[in-house]
C-alpha cells in the first residue's frame, strides 16, 4: 500500500479509535457517575424509610413504656406480689388501650405496627391487619435462610443491642408474591415485648430501575451522536489527509527517487529547496547528504592516489562514515609512517651491515706499513659515513715518561693530508678522549675552534665525533671526524663497533710493525757479532803471529848472545 493511501487511511482510523475511545470512556465515566448517583439516591431512601420506621416504632415504644408506668402505679401500694406482666398486658386498662390506639396507626400505603412476645415461641400480641393471629404461633420462613421470621427479628434484637433492623422478603398484602421488606424492631425489655414495623421497598427499586432505563436511553443516544460526528469528523480527516497527504508524498517520492539513485552508487545532483516544511527541512539534509557522499568520493579518491594529506571534513561529529574515513586516513598515515620505518630500519641495517663487511675484507688485506693500514680505513670510512675530514692517531707509550698521540693518516675533501703531528693526552679533543676512552661528539662547532681544539688543521666543519680505539680497554688510537651535518646515531654506533675492529687491526698491525723492527734490530746485531767475531779471528791470528816473531827475535838474541 502507497504512503498515498496509507497517510489518509492510517490518520481516519486513528482519529475514529481516538473518538472511540474518547467516548467510551466518557460513557463509561457517565455511566459510573450515573450509577453511583442512583446507589446514592437508593442509600439515600433507605435511610429515609429507616428513619422513619425508626420514628414510629419509637412512638409505640414511648406509649406502652408511659402505660406500663402507669398499670404499676395503680397497683395497690405495699404489694409486694410479683407482678405477671402477661397478666398485666391482658388485663392492665392502661396497656389495652395504648395497644389498641398502636392498632390504630398507619403510615403510608400498607404502613403499620405489630407486638410479639421476645421469647420463643414467639407468639403474636398484636398485629392490626390480621387479628386473628393474635394469640398464636406464627411461622413465616425466610426464602434466603430459611429461618422464622420472628426468630430473625429476636436475633437481630439480641444483635443489636435491643433493636435493629432486618431485610427479607414477604408477601405484600392483596399479593401472593414475595416482595423486599424492611423492617424495625425494637424490645421493650420490662414487659419481653416486641414491637416491630416494616415497609415494602419494591418501589425504591422500581424508581431505580426506571433512572437505569433513563440512563441506558441517554447513553444510546449519545451513541449514536458519537458515532455520526465521528463519521463526519473520519469523512473531513481522511479528504483532508488525501489532499495534504499528496503535496507530503510527492515530496517524499521525490527524495525516494534521489536516495534510491544514491543507493544504486549513482552520482546525483542537489534540489532546490522551495518548501519551508519539513520536506524542505528533508531536502535540505538529503543536499547535505548528497554533498557529503561526493566528499566522500573525492577524499577516497585522493587517498587512493597516495594523497594522504588532502582535507576532508565529516559532516557532524556524529558522522560515522565521514569520522571512519579519517580514522583510515590515520591508520594509512601510520602503516605507511611505520612502513617507512621499517624501509628506514632496514635500510640502517643494511647500510651497518655493508659497512661490517667492507671493512673487514678492508682490514683482512696485509700492509706491512701501519701508515698504509691507517689511511686505508680513514679515507674508506670518511666516504662511508659521509663526512668531509678525518683521521687516525696511533697512541705510542713506548716510554712511558713519554707518551703521545701520533697522526698516523689523514683525509679532506676526498684528499690525502701528509701532516705530522704530535698530541700528548690531555691536550684538546683528542688528548681528552684519549684520557677518557669515551667518545666525544660537538654539533656546535664554533668558528675556528677545531683548528684551536681539534687535530685536523684549519678546517671549519660543523661537527666533530672523536671515537676511541680501544683493544680489552686498553688505549691503541683516537679516531676524529668532521663534517658539515650531523651524524645520525645509528652512524656514530655503526663507527663505535667497526672501531673495535678497527683497533686490533691497528693493534696487529703495531705489533707486527715492532716484530718486523725487532728482527731488523736482530738481523744487524747478529751483523755486527759476526763482523766482531771475524775482527776477533783476525786478531787472533795477527797475535799468534806477534808471538811466533816475538819467540823467534827471542831465540835470535839468544843465540847472538852465545855467539
Known amino acids: 500500500m502507497k504512503i498515498k493511501a496509507k497517510l489518509p487511511l492510517f490518520t481516519s482510523v486513528t482519529v475514529l479509535i481516538s473518538i472511540v475511545i474518547i467516548a467510551s470512556y466518557s460513557i463509561l465515566d457517565f455511566r459510573k457517575k450515573t450509577l453511583d448517583s442512583i446507589k446514592s439516591y437508593k442509600e439515600e431512601q433507605t435511610e429515609i424509610i429507616k428513619d422513619q420506621l425508626k420514628d414510629y416504632v419509637n412512638n409505640a415504644y414511648a406509649m406502652i413504656k408511659q402505660a406500663h408506668e402507669l398499670a404499676l402505679a395503680s397497683k395497690a401500694p405495699g404489694n409486694k406480689t410479683t407482678v405477671d406482666h402477661t397478666d398485666l398486658i391482658r388485663k392492665s386498662q392502661y396497656l389495652i388501650l395504648t395497644k389498641e390506639n398502636i392498632r390504630t396507626i398507619r403510615f403510608g400505603a400498607n404502613g403499620y405496627i405489630w407486638l410479639n412476645e421476645f421469647e420463643k415461641p414467639y407468639p403474636v400480641i398484636m398485629h392490626p391487619i390480621k387479628p386473628e393471629m393474635e394469640g398464636t404461633v406464627q411461622t413465616f420462613l425466610i426464602p434466603a435462610t430459611g429461618q422464622n421470621v420472628y426468630e430473625a427479628f429476636a436475633e437481630t434484637i439480641r444483635d443489636g443491642g435491643g433493636e435493629g433492623f432486618l431485610q427479607y422478603d414477604f408477601f405484600k398484602p392483596g399479593s401472593d408474591v414475595r416482595i423486599p421488606k424492611l423492617s424495625f424492631i425494637k424490645l421493650y425489655q420490662p414487659l419481653g415485648l ?153 635500510e640502517k641495517r643494511n647500510w651497518a651491515n655493508e659497512g661490517y663487511a667492507k671493512f673487514s675484507e678492508l682490514m683482512r688485506v696485509t700492509r706491512e706499513n701501519i701508515n698504509e693500514i691507517a689511511y686505508a680505513i680513514i679515507s674508506n670510512l670518511v666516504k662511508y659515513v659521509d663526512a668531509i675530514q678525518g683521521g687516525i692517531f696511533i697512541y705510542n707509550n713506548d716510554d712511558p715518561q713519554n707518551d703521545y698521540l701520533e697522526m698516523a693518516a689523514s683525509i679532506a675533501y676526498d684528499r690525502r693530508k701528509y701532516v705530522e703531528k704530535i698530541i700528548k693526552p690531555g691536550d684538546g679533543l683528542v688528548g681528552t678522549c684519549s684520557l677518557e676512552k669515551k667518545r666525544i661528539y660537538l654539533t656546535h662547532v664554533p668558528e675556528n675552534y677545531i683548528e684551536i681544539r681539534s687535530g685536523l688543521g684549519t678546517a671549519s666543519p660543523h661537527v666533530v665525533l672523536i671515537v676511541p680505539l680501544l683493544s680489552e680497554n686498553n688505549l691503541i688510537g683516537i679516531i676524529e671526524l668532521a663534517g658539515f651535518k650531523e651524524f645520525e646515531e645509528y652512524q656514530i654506533e655503526f663507527i663505535e663497533k667497526v672501531s673495535e675492529s678497527i683497533a686490533a687491526s691497528l693493534f696487529s698491525a703495531k705489533i707486527n710493525t715492532q716484530n718486523i723492527k725487532l728482527a731488523a734490530e736482530y738481523q744487524d746485531l747478529k751483523e755486527e757479532n759476526a763482523r766482531l767475531e771475524k775482527l776477533l779471528e783476525a786478531y787472533s791470528a795477527n797475535t799468534e803471529q806477534i808471538q811466533e816473531k816475538s819467540k823467534a827475535a827471542q831465540k835470535g838474541n839468544s843465540i847472538l848472545h852465545l855467539n
Open 194 to 346: 416486641v414491637i416491630g414495623t416494616g415497609v415494602y421497598i419494591d418501589h425504591i427499586d422500581q424508581i431505580v430501575a426506571r433512572k437505569t432505563d433513563e440512563l441506558n436511553s441517554q447513553i444510546n443516544t449519545i451513541i449514536t451522536y458519537i458515532l455520526l460526528i465521528g463519521a463526519v469528523l473520519v469523512a473531513i480527516a481522511t479528504f483532508s489527509l488525501y489532499f495534504l497527504g499528496k503535496t507530503i508524498t510527492d515530496a517524499i517520492y521525490q527524495v525516494r527517487s534521489q536516495l534510491f539513485d544514491m543507493s544504486q552508487g549513482r552520482v546525483i545532483d542537489k534540489k532546490p529547496e522551495t518548501r519551508k516544511d519539513e520536506i524542505g527541512d528533508m531536502t535540505a539534509s538529503l543536499n547535505d547528504l548528497i554533498d557529503g557522499v561526493n566528499s566522500y568520493e573525492q577524499f577516497a579518491l585522493t587517498i587512493g592516489k597516495g594523497n594522504l594529506t588532502a582535507d576532508f571534513m565529516p559532516l557532524s561529529k556524529e558522522d560515522n562514515l565521514g569520522n571512519s574515513l579519517l580514522k583510515m586516513r590515520e591508520s594509512l598515515v601510520n602503516a605507511k609512517t611505520e612502513e617507512e620505518i621499517r624501509t628506514r630500519e632496514n
